[in-house]
């Protein structure tokens, strides 16, 4: 497929335009997940240590999705345990809150991913190790057998995490609160004295506003620390117990806590049931594997959005009529062998409903209940040929996010059949190795279903046959379609055949492939260039396909000069690690839009790069190196020089040039692995370069190499980052007299300089920011392009303030969802606005801020708001334009936590 073929199937898919037009500002064009909470995800990623365990994560990532990090499949749908965890701690309503998000990732780390078990790793040592945290039916997850406490000698304590003292240790550590317990090194943990918990509340209370106690690594307490634990006032208490007496569930059950959340918990006395039943919040026990007590149940289905319990192992028909009641998505995903009367109690769950390791389907009723969403039935042993029609024959199973999930061994000739017969394009994943016959292949691939065989490794011959007669003719799907026929384990690639109408069919990407035969490769070389019209409307021949190996870790020479005897639009080899000077050369030759897993770029190898084509079409095409984190300044010169092609100015920060995107440490604006510092060398010759310099993950920016890069000639300069983050005076200084446009993943700005330059270009620059000083406000303030930041936590400058009011702000409301402090000369301007608010506030304990707030014409919301002064209550309850939670509900904070 041509670039100008590209850009106009682009325009029939909204995303990919939308991305493209990105690439084409050269703004970051930043992967997230749909539910847009993947926040944590990243947090949690940018806390791993071991370059090997971010290459492998960041390459499930990339197979599977960002998604099913915390859903069981790629597009969303059922949480896995992971998922459930986040969904505790996050909603949907936080998805435009990053700071919530990087916390809730924070606290993340000290969850135990399977309570189950008896030394359980948490989610935060699986992603130390380079695994996904959970399940997933795009990969299964092995066993946790080897992560266990006596093999963890590479993960360290963090800060803060409890030093084996029993002493509290406060501030954000680690798990965003203050932690007892485990030190790192397997011992069990330590109790905590009553003396201990009641300054823990209170010093919690005050430090978060309210906030989160967390303490996920204590696994007993008595009741007089369970009844002293329970005066914490604020939005939820975790704790890692085991077990559950009656006396500590009485006393939990006094909870003033919004919510309790005891992850740990696995199993509950009748008499420990009955009493924490009573509890004023909503009760979180998602480690359950036991639940028998009816109260308990209905207590737990009673809490809003989704219900899950991914341990739970059997349930009673009365419990399971109890939490069918839940008015959201209910996944039972440790449910295997269900009675057919739990069966039919479960059919009638008023929500959606999810039984991703059900062995037996016997009722109709759960059949159509299932099929109302995503079907998830990867370990159904057998289906009957009415339950398959059932399953597949739901309306919106042939959009994006439907999806059937069924084992391969359960699909007999007669089931295939009824699969085979639906009209829709239903996306159908079939589970298991096989067997595989060659009359089931073809049944399946003359129908209309989207095919996707998970764990076949390979094909016969006669499946290759049957594969390439069924998909000739097939165009690429769309970039939120599935292909005809989808084999992401297929291991080699050794059919011509197969080659050639796999890659037709589904753009040319082949996930799991890790080797290929030099018949596939010359297939795939052959394929002809695509015709396009030109300048002067002249037919050109140009490069079609974007190729795409990411599991790929060799190219030999012999393989690369067949497969790049044509030209393609793009080349992905994330993945390659061994490779010759001659096959860079060949790859660099052959694509304008080049990414290379490649762990180092030598000089010699930099030079290869000379000859990279130059592609305008496509915002000058680009060269991406996701893991080189040591470049050599001499490799850098060379690069640069390599890949330079000039630089044209049009006024202002608008610049162009016709030399690639170079980037470094990242791929689709996602950091990946990074460079640790920027050495002011390093920094001289890449500050040299020509087009538009992406650097992500930057552990380090010292001032000199700041100071270096101030010269920068090209377009865009984009930086991430721990470094990126927070600048010195001096960085942001000289970053502030950068030529082109500056985007960076800063959060603090207190530069004056830089918020001068801030005010000249686009919005992208400011999502990132938490605090802006009072000086910089003022400066940034005198922009006239639309802005937003979601991630304002302070809100004390009334000239910021007359910013939102005034417009050029995106969107219908004036959103600041992270919001937890404001001036009182700040709320009075905000009241003039004539959008309403949606402000993240947890505390309002000023009368001033509340009546400025409260004569807002548009109104607001203030979701989150957790404590208030008796004197605010008074106020809110004679407004009609603002919206709280129940006012009833809200705490008095002491006259020690009111801030005057």
């Given at each position: 497929?041509?670039a100008?073929?590209?850009?106009?199937?682009?325009?029939?898919?909204?995303l990919?335009?939308?991305?493209l037009?990105?690439?084409?500002?050269?703004?970051p064009?930043?992967v997230?997940?749909?539910?847009?909470?993947?926040g944590a995800?990243?947090e949690?990623?940018r806390?791993?240590?071991?370059?090997?365990?971010?290459?492998?994560l960041?390459?499930?990532i990339r197979?599977?999705?960002?998604?099913?990090?915390?859903?069981?499949?790629?597009?969303?749908?059922?949480?896995n345990?992971y998922g459930s965890?986040?969904?505790?701690?996050?909603?949907l309503?936080?998805?435009?809150?990053p700071?919530?998000?990087?916390?809730?990732?924070?606290?993340?780390?000290?969850?135990?991913?399977?309570?189950?078990?008896?030394?359980?790793?948490?989610?935060?040592?699986?992603?130390q190790?380079?695994?996904?945290?959970?399940?997933?039916?795009?990969?299964?997850?092995?066993?946790?057998?080897?992560?266990?406490?006596?093999?963890r000698?590479?993960?360290?304590?963090?800060p803060?995490?409890g030093?084996?003292?029993?002493?509290?240790?406060?501030?954000?550590?680690?798990?965003?609160?203050?932690s007892?317990?485990r030190?790192?090194?397997?011992?069990?943990?330590?109790g905590?004295t009553?003396?201990?918990?009641r300054?823990?509340v209170?010093?919690?209370?005050?430090e978060?506003?309210?906030?989160?106690?967390q303490?996920s690594?204590?696994?007993?307490?008595?009741?007089?620390?369970?009844?002293?634990?329970?005066?914490?006032?604020?939005?939820?208490?975790?704790l890692?117990?085991?077990?559950?007496?009656?006396?500590?569930?009485?006393?939990l059950?006094?909870?003033q806590?919004?919510?309790?959340?005891?992850?740990?918990?696995t199993?509950v006395?009748?008499?420990?049931?009955?009493a924490i039943s009573?509890?004023?919040?909503h009760?979180?026990?998602?480690?359950?594997?036991?639940?028998?007590s009816?109260?308990?149940?209905?207590k737990?289905a009673?809490?809003?959005?989704?219900?899950?319990?991914p341990?739970l192992k059997?349930?009673?028909p009365?419990?399971?009529?109890?939490?069918?009641?839940?008015e959201?998505?209910l996944?039972l995903?440790?449910l295997?062998?269900?009675s057919?009367?739990?069966?039919?109690?479960?059919?009638?769950?008023?929500?959606?409903?999810?039984?991703?390791?059900?062995?037996?389907l016997d009722?109709?009723?759960?059949?159509?209940?299932?099929?109302?969403?995503?079907?998830?039935?990867?370990?159904?042993?057998?289906?009957s040929?009415?339950?398959?029609?059932l399953?597949?024959g739901?309306?919106?199973?042939?959009?994006i996010?439907?999806?059937?999930?069924?084992?391969?061994a359960?699909?007999?000739?007669?089931?295939?059949n009824v699969l085979?017969?639906?009209p829709?394009?239903?996306?159908?994943?079939?589970?298991?190795s096989?067997?595989?016959?060659d009359?089931?292949?073809?049944?399946?691939?003359?129908?209309?279903l989207?095919?996707?065989?998970?764990?076949?490794?390979?094909l016969?011959?006669?499946?290759?046959?049957?594969?390439?007669?069924?998909?000739a003719?097939e165009?690429?799907?769309?970039?939120?379609?599935?292909?005809?026929?989808?084999?992401?384990?297929?291991?080699?690639?050794d059919?011509?055949?197969l080659a050639?109408?796999?890659?037709?069919?589904?753009?040319?990407?082949?996930p799991?492939?890790?080797?290929?035969?030099?018949?596939?490769?010359a297939a795939?070389?052959?394929?002809?260039?695509?015709?396009?019209?030109?300048v002067?409307?002249?037919?050109?021949m140009?490069?079609?396909?974007n190729?795409d190996?990411?599991?790929?870790?060799?190219l030999?020479?012999?393989?690369?000069?067949l497969?790049l005897?044509k030209?393609?639009?793009?080349i992905?080899?994330?993945?390659?690690?061994e490779?010759?000077?001659?096959?860079v050369?060949?790859?660099?030759?052959?694509?304008?839009?080049l990414?290379?897993?490649?762990?180092?770029?030598?000089?010699?190898?930099?030079?290869?790069?000379?000859?990279?084509?130059?592609?305008?079409?496509?915002?000058?095409?680009?060269?991406a190196?996701?893991?080189?984190?040591?470049?050599?300044?001499e490799?850098a010169?060379?690069?640069v020089?390599?890949l330079?092609?000039?630089?044209?100015s049009?006024?202002?920060?608008v610049r162009?040039?016709?030399?690639?995107?170079?980037?470094?440490?990242?791929e689709?604006?996602r950091?990946?692995?990074?460079?640790?510092?920027?050495?002011?060398?390093?920094?001289k010759?890449?500050?040299?370069?020509?087009?538009?310099?992406?650097i992500?993950?930057?552990g380090?920016?010292?001032?000199e190499?700041?100071?270096?890069?101030?010269?920068?000639?090209?377009p865009?300069?984009?930086?991430?980052?721990?470094a990126?983050?927070?600048?010195?005076?001096?960085?942001?200084?000289?970053?502030s007299k950068?030529?082109g446009v500056?985007?960076i993943s800063?959060?603090?700005?207190?530069?004056?300089?830089?918020?001068?330059?801030?005010?000249?270009?686009?919005s992208?620059?400011l999502?990132?920011?938490?605090t802006?000083?009072?000086?910089?406000?003022?400066?940034?303030?005198?922009?006239?392009?639309?802005?937003?930041?979601?991630?304002?936590?302070?809100l004390?400058?009334?000239?910021?303030?007359?910013?939102?009011?005034?417009?050029?702000?995106?969107?219908?409301a004036?959103?600041?969802p992270a919001?937890?402090?404001?001036?009182?000369?700040a709320?009075e301007?905000?009241?003039?606005?004539?959008?309403?608010?949606?402000?993240g506030?947890?505390?309002?304990?000023?009368?001033?801020?509340?009546?400025?707030?409260?004569?807002?014409?548009?109104?607001?919301?203030?979701?989150?708001?957790?404590a208030?002064?008796?004197?605010?209550?008074?106020?809110?309850?004679?407004s009609?334009?603002?919206?709280?939670p129940?006012?009833?509900?809200?705490?008095?904070?002491?006259e020690s936590?009111?801030?005057?």
């Amino acid at each position: 497929m041509n670039a100008i073929s590209y850009i106009r199937r682009a325009t029939r898919h909204r995303l990919s335009l939308l991305l493209l037009g990105a690439a084409l500002l050269g703004m970051p064009t930043d992967v997230h997940a749909l539910c847009g909470l993947d926040g944590a995800v990243r947090e949690q990623l940018r806390n791993v240590d071991d370059p090997e365990a971010v290459r492998a994560l960041t390459q499930r990532i990339r197979l599977h999705g960002t998604c099913s990090v915390c859903h069981f499949t790629k597009w969303g749908g059922p949480r896995n345990e992971y998922g459930s965890a986040i969904n505790t701690l996050l909603t949907l309503s936080d998805r435009e809150d990053p700071v919530r998000q990087r916390d809730a990732g924070r606290r993340m780390m000290d969850i135990p991913a399977n309570p189950l078990l008896a030394d359980s790793p948490t989610f935060g040592e699986l992603f130390q190790q380079g695994r996904f945290p959970a399940r997933s039916i795009e990969t299964p997850m092995p066993p946790f057998d080897d992560v266990s406490a006596t093999s963890r000698s590479g993960l360290q304590a963090r800060p803060g995490s409890g030093d084996g003292s029993g002493e509290p240790s406060y501030g954000r550590d680690g798990s965003g609160e203050p932690s007892y317990g485990r030190d790192g090194s397997g011992d069990p943990s330590y109790g905590i004295t009553v003396a201990q918990a009641r300054e823990l509340v209170q010093k919690v209370e005050a430090e978060s506003r309210f906030g989160i106690l967390q303490l996920s690594k204590t696994y007993e307490i008595t009741p007089e620390v369970a009844e002293a634990l329970a005066g914490f006032r604020g939005e939820m208490l975790i704790l890692g117990l085991k077990s559950l007496s009656p006396e500590v569930a009485a006393a939990l059950a006094k909870s003033q806590t919004a919510n309790v959340w005891l992850h740990s918990v696995t199993s509950v006395s009748p008499e420990a049931a009955e009493a924490i039943s009573t509890l004023r919040g909503h009760l979180v026990l998602t480690g359950l594997a036991e639940l028998n007590s009816v109260p308990l149940a209905e207590k737990l289905a009673a809490r809003p959005g989704a219900l899950s319990f991914p341990y739970l192992k059997r349930v009673t028909p009365e419990v399971a009529a109890a939490l069918a009641k839940s008015e959201g998505r209910l996944t039972l995903a440790g449910l295997t062998d269900v009675s057919p009367e739990v069966q039919e109690k479960l059919a009638e769950t008023v929500g959606s409903l999810s039984l991703p390791s059900l062995k037996s389907l016997d009722s109709l009723p759960l059949a159509k209940k299932l099929a109302a969403s995503v079907v998830l039935l990867p370990e159904v042993e057998r289906l009957s040929a009415e339950h398959a029609e059932l399953l597949i024959g739901v309306k919106g199973q042939e959009s994006i996010w439907g999806r059937v999930c069924l084992p391969l061994a359960a699909v007999t000739p007669e089931v295939a059949n009824v699969l085979a017969a639906n009209p829709s394009t239903v996306n159908l994943t079939l589970v298991g190795s096989g067997p595989l016959s060659d009359s089931l292949l073809r049944t399946l691939l003359r129908s209309r279903l989207k095919l996707t065989l998970r764990d076949v490794e390979e094909l016969t011959a006669e499946q290759n046959r049957i594969a390439a007669e069924a998909l000739a003719g097939e165009s690429p799907h769309g970039p939120l379609d599935l292909p005809r026929l989808s084999l992401p384990s297929l291991r080699k690639l050794d059919s011509g055949l197969l080659a050639e109408a796999l890659g037709e069919s589904s753009g040319f990407k082949f996930p799991g492939v890790t080797e290929i035969s030099p018949e596939a490769a010359a297939a795939l070389g052959a394929l002809p260039e695509q015709e396009y019209i030109g300048v002067e409307r002249k037919k050109i021949m140009g490069p079609s396909g974007n190729l795409d190996f990411p599991s790929l870790r060799e190219l030999s020479p012999e393989t690369a000069r067949l497969l790049l005897r044509k030209r393609w639009i793009s080349i992905s080899l994330p993945a390659l690690q061994e490779v010759s000077l001659e096959t860079v050369r060949l790859l660099a030759r052959q694509s304008a839009r080049l990414t290379l897993g490649i762990p180092a770029l030598p000089p010699e190898f930099a030079g290869a790069f000379e000859e990279a084509p130059t592609e305008m079409t496509l915002g000058g095409g680009s060269i991406a190196f996701p893991y080189v984190t040591d470049l050599s300044p001499e490799a850098a010169r060379i690069l640069v020089k390599s890949l330079n092609r000039g630089v044209e100015s049009r006024g202002g920060n608008v610049r162009t040039s016709k030399s690639p995107r170079l980037i470094f440490g990242g791929e689709q604006g996602r950091a990946v692995a990074g460079f640790a510092t920027l050495s002011p060398e390093l920094a001289k010759e890449l500050a040299k370069y020509e087009g538009i310099l992406e650097i992500q993950g930057l552990g380090e920016l010292p001032d000199e190499s700041a100071a270096a890069l101030a010269s920068f000639p090209g377009p865009y300069l984009i930086l991430s980052g721990p470094a990126a983050e927070k600048l010195s005076p001096a960085a942001a200084e000289s970053l502030s007299k950068i030529p082109g446009v500056l985007l960076i993943s800063l959060r603090e700005l207190d530069s004056v300089p830089l918020a001068e330059r801030f005010a000249r270009q686009i919005s992208r620059t400011l999502d990132n920011l938490e605090t802006v000083s009072r000086e910089a406000a003022s400066a940034l303030c005198k922009t006239k392009q639309t802005f937003r930041s979601p991630a304002l936590t302070v809100l004390d400058s009334p000239e910021l303030a007359r910013r939102f009011v005034e417009g050029n702000t995106t969107g219908s409301a004036i959103t600041l969802p992270a919001l937890s402090d404001v001036s009182p000369e700040a709320a009075e301007i905000l009241r003039e606005a004539s959008k309403p608010m949606y402000l993240g506030l947890m505390v309002l304990d000023s009368a001033a801020i509340a009546r400025s707030l409260s004569k807002s014409r548009p109104g607001g919301n203030l979701p989150r708001l957790r404590a208030a002064t008796p004197e605010v209550i008074a106020i809110l309850k004679e407004s009609t334009s603002i919206k709280t939670p129940s006012l009833d509900s809200l705490y008095v904070p002491s006259e020690s936590n009111v801030r005057r």
